[in-house]
């Protein structure tokens, strides 16, 4: 069965989620740095194992940025993934209490676009934004 539980991933399970879905293992303190800058998380297990995970990165006030929407590859398609959007955005309402015109970000994959989609995100030229940017060095 399949339980999701509001918290942050270890460091280990991190990696492990990483590792699955081939984006590679990081340094422990790295990730450590990482997740304590988190500002909401949740993970998905099937019997204590973990199989997915996603987070909230942000200033709670002015910008959100949904990160890291990770379901290894044995357990896509099965809604998971949709679970887990589903608590970040009962989260983001409450910083929406805060701040209704709070700005929610999130850098899909390409061909990920369609998920995100479904729950009512669009592309920053579809909201008049422009282009996404990267910093690349």
Excluded: H
């Amino acid at each position: 069965m399949i339980e999701y539980k509001e918290k942050m991933p270890t460091v280990e399970e991190y990696n492990f989620l990483n590792e699955k879905v081939g984006w590679g293992k990081r340094e422990d303190f790295i990730v450590e740095e990482a997740l304590k800058n988190t500002l909401y998380a949740v993970c998905a297990y099937d019997n204590e194992k973990i199989i997915g995970s996603a987070r909230i990165i942000g200033d709670k006030t002015l910008f959100l940025y949904i990160q890291n929407v990770i379901v290894i590859p044995e357990y896509q398609s099965k809604k998971i993934g949709t679970q887990m959007m589903n608590k970040l955005l009962e989260q983001i309402k409450k910083y929406k209490k805060i701040n209704p015109e709070i700005k929610v970000y999130i850098g899909a994959l390409k061909g990920k676009e369609k998920f995100y989609e479904k729950f009512g995100f669009i592309t920053r030229n579809k909201a008049n934004l422009g282009e996404a940017m990267i910093l690349k060095i």
